[in-house]
């Protein structure tokens, strides 16, 4: 008999931050996971994630909308589908469903989690296998408190946790905004990189003035300045200024990624594993940016250890990337959800080992937080 998926199951969890994380659209005190706990006849189990930020506040999903597609339209698509296809199974959704790109992503990593498990293979070796083991990971400094998170930069740095810094900007005047990134900057002078993330808030004459000042006081990247739908005019950013622009919510997939180079594009673009639907869907992007020589950078939409573990295992297949990556979400939360947290040490993060994401649940924790 073939090995097919039984049960597809979903949970809400709900998870402290540490401090308040600041954002241009919103400021969180609490991540919202779904958990995916995907069941096959062979007994094995995958684990899936699918988390977004600030609820609807950054994209058209948030965490109860994921849940109740998954449950309601996705989950009847691959009950009884044979559980190793998962070319079959990707293919289905994409037939009968639209968007949903972070309720796939979940799916899918669940899919790849027990086929490695199955197998007894990572999901990096069922990609084809490791080429970096630890990653380089940058944090974000959002307190939105200059002298907060000056302090908070160089604990970091005394730790050897982190030597690249992100700022979220946008919610405020573009000239506060500048001059809290130009003190930290200054602060941490040649130890630490430091760009900003505008999450689009800014209309492209904002952003003139914004990026020559920024580039002026050393900022060495500077993430969606503007609309996502604003692609000639982050071309024409790109190509006015020395400091690169990293394209975010503008290339969600190989089409956007395309569609940007054909235009011109120089400069890099962020990698995200919920945006583009999957693993597979954000390789095919890293693909056509590496034809272009566009710099590649490891994003998050702040997953938990099980989507931050996923992330790095694609990842992993990866040449070392130019900028790096951001897989800080385990440490932004007060508490876990896992046996054994991911190893962060040296700057960097340590590749889960292990057959699948390399991942056990604790389920004392998960039935505490859970919704």
């Given at each position: 008999?073939?090995?097919?998926?039984?049960?597809?199951?979903t949970?809400?969890v709900?998870?402290?931050t540490?401090?308040?994380?600041?954002?241009s659209?919103?400021?969180?005190?609490?991540?919202?996971?779904?958990?995916?706990?995907?069941?096959?006849?062979?007994?094995i189990?995958?684990?899936g994630?699918?988390?977004?930020?600030?609820?609807?506040?950054?994209?058209?999903?948030s965490?109860?909308?994921i849940?109740c597609?998954?449950?309601?339209?996705?989950?009847?698509l691959?009950?009884?589908?044979?559980?190793?296809?998962?070319?079959?199974?990707?293919?289905?959704?994409a037939?009968?469903?639209?968007?949903n790109?972070?309720?796939?992503?979940?799916?899918?990593?669940?899919?790849?989690?027990?086929?490695g498990k199955?197998?007894?293979?990572?999901?990096?070796?069922?990609?084809?296998?490791?080429?970096?083991?630890?990653?380089?990971?940058?944090?974000?400094?959002?307190?939105?408190?200059?002298?907060?998170?000056?302090?908070?930069?160089?604990l970091?740095?005394?730790?050897?946790?982190?030597?690249?810094?992100?700022?979220?900007?946008?919610?405020?005047?573009?000239?506060?905004?500048?001059?809290?990134?130009?003190?930290?900057?200054?602060?941490?002078?040649?130890?630490?990189?430091?760009?900003?993330?505008?999450?689009?808030?800014w209309?492209?004459s904002?952003?003139?003035?914004?990026?020559q000042?920024?580039?002026?006081?050393?900022?060495?990247?500077?993430?969606?300045?503007i609309?996502?739908r604003?692609?000639?005019?982050?071309?024409?950013?790109?190509?006015?200024?020395?400091?690169?622009?990293?394209?975010?919510?503008?290339v969600?997939?190989?089409r956007?990624?395309l569609?940007?180079?054909?235009?011109?594009?120089?400069?890099a673009?962020?990698?995200?594993?919920?945006?583009?639907?999957?693993?597979?869907?954000?390789?095919?992007?890293a693909?056509?940016?590496?034809?272009?020589?566009?710099?590649?950078y490891?994003?998050?939409l702040?997953?938990?250890?099980?989507g931050?573990?996923?992330?790095?295992?694609?990842?992993?297949?990866?040449?070392?990337?130019?900028?790096?990556?951001e897989m800080f979400g385990?440490?932004?939360?007060q508490?876990?959800?896992?046996?054994?947290?991911?190893?962060?040490?040296e700057?960097g993060?340590?590749?889960?080992?292990?057959?699948?994401?390399?991942?056990t649940?604790?389920?004392?924790?998960?039935?505490?937080?859970?919704?």
């Amino acid at each position: 008999m073939p090995i097919v998926i039984q049960q597809i199951e979903t949970l809400l969890v709900d998870l402290p931050t540490i401090r308040p994380h600041k954002l241009s659209m919103t400021t969180m005190a609490c991540q919202t996971m779904v958990i995916v706990r995907m069941r096959h006849s062979d007994g094995i189990e995958g684990l899936g994630e699918g988390t977004t930020i600030g609820g609807l506040a950054y994209g058209p999903e948030s965490p109860e909308s994921i849940k109740c597609n998954i449950d309601t339209y996705l989950a009847p698509l691959l009950i009884g589908q044979p559980s190793s296809n998962l070319n079959n199974a990707r293919a289905l959704l994409a037939r009968h469903t639209r968007g949903n790109m972070i309720a796939k992503s979940a799916l899918e990593m669940a899919l790849l989690d027990a086929q490695g498990k199955r197998l007894g293979l990572s999901v990096a070796e069922l990609l084809g296998g490791v080429r970096q083991e630890h990653m380089p990971v940058l944090w974000t400094l959002a307190s939105g408190d200059t002298a907060k998170d000056i302090d908070e930069a160089m604990l970091r740095l005394e730790q050897r946790r982190h030597c690249d810094f992100k700022l979220k900007i946008g919610a405020n005047p573009v000239d506060h905004d500048v001059r809290h990134v130009a003190a930290i900057k200054n602060a941490l002078g040649d130890r630490a990189s430091v760009r900003v993330d505008v999450n689009q808030a800014w209309d492209e004459s904002t952003a003139v003035r914004g990026i020559q000042a920024l580039q002026d006081a050393g900022i060495e990247l500077i993430e969606q300045p503007i609309g996502a739908r604003e692609q000639v005019g982050l071309v024409r950013l790109a190509n006015r200024f020395n400091v690169p622009m990293l394209a975010d919510e503008a290339v969600l997939d190989s089409r956007d990624a395309l569609d940007l180079i054909s235009a011109g594009f120089s400069g890099a673009f962020a990698l995200k594993i919920a945006k583009s639907g999957g693993i597979y869907g954000v390789l095919e992007l890293a693909h056509v940016a590496q034809a272009a020589d566009v710099g590649l950078y490891g994003g998050t939409l702040l997953e938990g250890t099980i989507g931050t573990a996923a992330s790095l295992h694609a990842w992993a297949t990866l040449p070392t990337m130019a900028w790096g990556t951001e897989m800080f979400g385990p440490l932004l939360l007060q508490d876990d959800i896992v046996e054994s947290p991911l190893e962060y040490t040296e700057f960097g993060v340590a590749l889960p080992s292990g057959p699948g994401l390399g991942i056990t649940l604790n389920e004392d924790k998960l039935a505490y937080y859970a919704r």
